[in-house]
T-cell receptor, first 114, second 118 residues
Framework: DTAVSQTPKYLVTQMGNDKSIKCEQN?????MYWYKQDSKKFLKIMFS???????INETVPNRFSPKSPDKAHLNLHINSLELGDSAVYFC?????????????FGPGTRLTVL | AQTVTQSQPEMSVQEAETVTLSCTYD???????LFWYKQPPSRQMILVIR??????QNATENRFSVNFQKAAKSFSLKISDSQLGDAAMYFC???????????????FGKGTHLIIQP
């Protein structure tokens, strides 16, 4: 009965590779997000996706691309991985008209680029 | 742009005692939402408590309560009767209700690491 799930939990890969992180929510939410948490624990929004409307944080490199096959999924694809991409990535979801209830976060995926 | 500041990188408290985590924010908006999230070692982000800026009454969730001072732009979290399971990183977060043009996300503080001493 997990609300927001992510796979994998850990991802170790070489520089230059392409990888994906999957996210699924079973809460019936209409908006999903990706956040990046750096080594200093600072959380930063990367994308939000609502009803095929993608809003991108302008600081995110275009090597990162979210893909949503349906409302319950928002996967994160990363091309040509760099050392600086090492971080914990969190998926989250919410109902756009009920943002006052906060977001539900997944458990995170720790990405290590060697 | 809004900013959220948590001035205490780390706090330590004895089990069963009360601890207060501070958070201040900067905004020019009059209506917004504030949240406290907990991130235990499992890394999952868990919503602890939320406050709507238009409400004067401080939010309370069991042992967790906030002291919301709108004029001072302060939003502190009080944890009463601290338990070992409360040990975690705590993040204060701000959300504008008018974020349609932006990334529609939360603005987080840098977190406070809470240690519970048995």
């Amino acid at each position: 009965d997990t609300a927001v799930s992510q796979t994998p939990k850990y991802l170790v890969t070489q520089m230059g590779n392409d990888k994906s992180i999957k996210c699924e929510q079973n809460l019936g939410h209409d908006t999903m997000y990706w956040y990046k948490q750096d080594s200093k624990k600072f959380l930063k929004i990367m994308f939000s996706y609502n009803n095929k409307e993608l809003i991108i944080n302008e600081t995110v490199p275009n090597r990162f691309s979210p893909k949503s096959p349906d409302k319950a999924h928002l996967n994160l694809h990363i091309n040509s991985l760099e050392l600086g991409d090492s971080a914990v990535y969190f998926c989250a979801s919410s109902r756009r008209t009920q943002y006052e209830r906060g977001k539900f976060f997944g458990p995170g995926t720790r990405l290590t680029v060697l | 742009a809004q900013t959220v500041t948590q001035s205490q990188p780390e706090m330590s408290v004895q089990e069963a005692e009360t601890v207060t985590l501070s958070c201040t924010y900067d905004t020019s908006e009059s209506d917004y939402y504030l949240f406290w999230y907990k991130q235990p070692p499992s890394r999952q982000m868990i919503l602890v408590i939320r406050q709507e800026a238009y409400k004067q009454q401080n939010a309370t969730e069991n042992r967790f309560s906030v002291n919301f001072q709108k004029a001072a732009k302060s939003f502190s979290l009080k944890i009463s009767d601290s338990q070992l399971g409360d040990a975690a990183m705590y993040f204060c977060a701000y959300r504008s209700p008018y974020s349609g043009g932006g990334a529609d996300g939360l603005t987080f503080g840098k977190g406070t690491h809470l240690i519970i001493q048995p």
